[in-house]
């Protein structure tokens, strides 16, 4: 089993930054994907931005390019999402997953049924 956990949400205003962290520990396996997803209210979740096992290749969502980096560190098996320039439209809960194996697609990598594991979530509100 692996575990994931999210953490660094919190309340900003319009143009500031934040920063998210992901701890994953347990049976990860080597080569593991990691991504950040997010679900504002009445909406289904969706894709924001991923990782490969060795950090070496990224993956965003065009209404974050530009705004949103990720990036892991393998020897504290976390990754992180530095979110820059907020907007409401940011408001959400924000998910990390892990996909045990990495993904084998870019469809898989950018769909939730493409991760083995989730976090709880972590609550990010961006006021206006």
């Known amino acids: 089993q692996v575990q994931v956990v999210e953490s660094g949400g919190g309340l900003v205003q319009a143009g500031m930054s934040l920063r998210l962290s992901c701890s994953a520990s347990?049976?990860?396996?080597?080569?593991?994907?990691m991504g950040w997803f997010r679900q504002a209210p009445g909406k289904e979740r969706e894709f924001v931005a991923a990782?490969?096992?060795?950090?070496?290749?990224?993956y965003y969502a065009d209404s974050v390019k530009g705004r949103f980096t990720i990036s892991r560190d393998n020897a504290q098996n976390t990754m992180y999402l530095q979110m820059s320039t907020l907007k409401p439209e940011d408001t959400a809960i924000y998910y990390c997953?892990?996909?045990?194996?990495?993904?084998?697609?870019?469809?898989?990598?950018?769909?939730?049924?493409?991760?083995?594991?989730w976090g709880k979530g972590t609550l990010v509100t961006v006021s206006k």
């Open positions: 347990g049976r990860t396996g080597i080569r593991y994907g």
């Open positions: 997953a892990v996909s045990q194996y990495g993904s084998s697609s870019d469809h898989a990598r950018r769909s939730p049924g493409g991760y083995d594991y």
């Open positions: 990782i490969t096992w060795n950090g070496v290749t990224t």
